[in-house]
């Protein structure tokens, strides 16, 4: 009797999964393929939504952003150090007028020709400090 339990499992085992012949297509339902291309417009959306107005970046952008900064962040603390070393000089109301003189954007060439933007122990002007202690400067009464 067992034997014969097995037999009908091993027959109905068959109906259910027939032996694949060769050069048969695998058949799909119908309703697979529409849902298929709503999951994939649905992600397309959701990529498009989320990098637009979610506030998704890309590891490069996410790197720019904190790159810029960390610049503006050491531009913010040397700028008061250009300050301090412009006010500390004997001829710093000299020094200011002729600022004045100059344009606003020929000014931060000014500061680092004068030396005020390279901070001690350092032999170069630091990017982008010029121009924030020229900003400074120019804004002195």
């Given at each position: 009797m067992a034997r014969r339990l097995f037999r009908m499992s091993v027959h109905s085992a068959e109906?259910?999964?027939?032996?694949?012949v060769k050069g048969e297509?695998?058949?799909i339902h119908p309703s697979v393929n529409p849902a298929l291309w709503g999951a994939t417009a649905g992600a397309v959306a959701l990529a498009i939504i989320g990098f637009s107005w979610g506030g998704w970046v890309?590891?490069?952008s996410a790197q720019r952003s904190a790159d810029n900064r960390a610049s503006s962040s050491v531009v913010a603390a040397l700028a008061p150090i250009c300050l301090t070393q412009f006010q500390q000089k004997s001829d710093s109301v000299m020094q200011l007028a002729a600022l004045k003189k100059v344009p606003s954007y020929e000014q931060s060439s000014?500061?680092?020709k004068a030396g005020w933007a390279t901070m001690p122990g350092s032999t170069e002007p630091t990017v982008g400090?010029?121009?924030?202690?020229a900003?400074?400067?120019?804004n002195l009464k």
């Open positions: 109906s259910y999964f027939p032996p694949p297509v695998m058949k890309t590891g490069g000014f500061v680092e400090v010029a121009k924030a202690c900003t400074l400067i120019a």
